[in-house]
């Protein structure tokens, strides 16, 4: 492995690195850090969780002049959580030199930004539209950039951005270096390292396999409607210690998170619209066992890593293989073993298959359990906390007490009450959960429209409109799902 003195990194910054734990170089750094600080235009084809931000941004801090109060350095990022986490690195790593990285997002007031835009950051982070309102407003002044960044293109060509890109890379002045990172090279991210980057050189990472190890993957086929009754009765079957819900819209986190809530779960959500100290308490409960599911969109959860995670559930299938794989990668950590299990309605089995292709895996099928399997899933809980509490033998002064009531009831009925007391019961409250286009493969390219009718999801046991009701199929504490004779067809 090749470390940062290796690569020539100035004493400020390999201060700041070995203070953040960082000693050996990931491969897109290795790589990429040499060229970058050589001057060269780099196209970085690589995933997420590789290493990027230290690969262009250490070449960047080395560039910039400190005694100068003026935007050197510009990386333009696909989302609001990306430039807020890669502005954060870039702090961190130049913490000794003296630059300062600043992120720029819409969402957020114009006029605060404007203020802390004139306090002269030398890198500045931004997403597309944010940057481009701030330029035409000459609020921002790009005409001192001498290195600029576009992490995760592809993402932002998936996003409509790719116009934007254009014009923010044609108004930098001529002679600027420009680094370009994506996991994917579709024709139009090509076009512009053509077009607009001069004799890039290419640092291509061998993309991990994106096969998962420890991980048993399973999906189940399901109407939309009636995925939050089946999300509620797999948690009450597997009583997860920790659990990850991916979905796929800030709505629909805030509404299942809410809905679960409503259920008796310790739920939290985090997506882009929270702020950063929201999302780091939501993190730290979840970290620390004070909130069991956590509710997440892929941008927010991107680069979690929290051991004990043992149930990733994508209540909303991802748009494209690599989300699936690092999703599905915050479990089955350190050698332990972990379950994901993707809700896929009927329209979107193709996408299923897609996914199954270019990871190079199957997802076992299950049936929906219903709630009678929830009943006994929680039961079984109580039965196993019973039976420890048996075997640690310290009974004893609870020995006349119990003679007492056996003298009064025979020990079924005394066993049964226990269990009763002991279970955790699903409250009835009915949730609301909006409900969402289905992704097709051509939907997994890019086109990302919703529909936000609400669906109506009543209590438990209400069989067709819920997901309660014996007509559900089920599976037992081993984790094997059986068809119910009932089920409907």
Not at 100 to 125: C, N, S, T, Y
Not at 188 to 208: G, S
Not at 267 to 293: C, P, W, Y
Not at 444 to 469: L, S, T, V
């Amino acid at each position: 492995m090749t470390t940062f003195n290796e690569l020539g990194v100035s004493a400020p910054i390999m201060k700041a690195l070995n203070n953040m734990g960082f000693e050996e170089a990931t491969p897109i750094q290795a790589q990429t850090i040499p060229l970058g600080m050589e001057g060269n235009d780099v196209i970085g084809q690589a995933q997420t969780g590789t290493g990027k931000t230290a690969a262009f941004g250490i070449p960047m801090i080395e560039k910039i002049n400190t005694k100068q109060r003026k935007i050197q350095g510009l990386v333009v990022a696909p989302t609001r959580e990306l430039a807020i986490q890669v502005a954060e690195e870039i702090n961190r790593i130049g913490k000794f030199t003296g630059i300062r990285a600043l992120a720029i997002f819409g969402g957020q007031h114009m006029e605060r930004q404007i203020r802390a835009l004139k306090d002269g950051p030398q890198i500045v982070v931004a997403t597309p539209g944010r940057l481009l309102d701030h330029m035409r407003r000459r609020t921002i002044n790009i005409s001192m950039v001498q290195v600029a960044v576009l992490d995760e293109a592809d993402e932002m060509l998936n996003m409509g951005f790719i116009d934007d890109i254009r014009e923010i890379l044609k108004n930098i002045p001529e002679g600027h270096q420009t680094l370009l990172f994506s996991a994917t090279m579709p024709k139009e991210i090509r076009d512009i390292a053509t077009n607009l980057m001069n004799d890039p050189k290419e640092v291509k990472v061998k993309a991990k396999e994106m096969t998962v190890e420890n991980i048993d993957q399973y999906f189940i086929e399901i109407p939309e409607k009636h995925k939050f009754e089946t999300l509620n009765n797999h948690l009450d079957i597997n009583s997860p210690d920790l659990a990850i819900v991916f979905s796929r819209t800030k709505k629909r986190v805030d509404e299942i998170t809410e809905g679960l809530q409503a259920r008796g779960y310790r739920a939290e959500g985090i997506h882009g619209d929270l702020t950063q100290g929201k999302r780091m308490s939501v993190l730290n409960k979840f970290k620390h066992g004070r909130v069991d599911v956590l509710v997440a969109t892929d941008v927010a959860a991107r680069g979690l890593d929290i051991s004990g995670v043992t149930h990733v559930y994508n209540f909303d299938i991802p748009q494209d293989p690599e989300s699936y794989v690092h999703r599905i990668g915050r479990t089955g950590r350190a050698g332990k073993t972990g379950e994901a299990i993707s809700f896929i309605t009927p329209r979107e089995m193709a996408h299923l298959h897609l996914i199954e292709k270019t990871t190079k895996s199957k997802m076992k099928r299950l049936m929906p359990p219903s709630y009678k399997d929830a009943q006994r899933g929680q039961q079984q809980v109580t039965i196993e906390k019973l039976q420890k509490t048996i075997e640690r033998q310290d009974l004893k002064d609870y020995h006349e007490a119990a003679n007492d009531l056996l003298q009064d009831n025979d020990s079924v009925t005394v066993i049964a009450a226990a269990l009763k007391m002991l279970t955790k019961e699903r409250k009835d409250t009915p949730v609301q959960i909006s409900s969402v286009a289905p992704i097709s493969v051509k939907k997994a390219q890019g086109d990302k429209r919703r529909n936000n009718n609400k669906r109506y999801y009543g209590g438990r046991g209400q069989g067709g409109r819920g997901q309660g009701g014996r007509n559900q199929g089920g599976r037992n504490r081993k984790g094997n799902y059986q068809k119910s004779r009932n089920r409907n067809k």
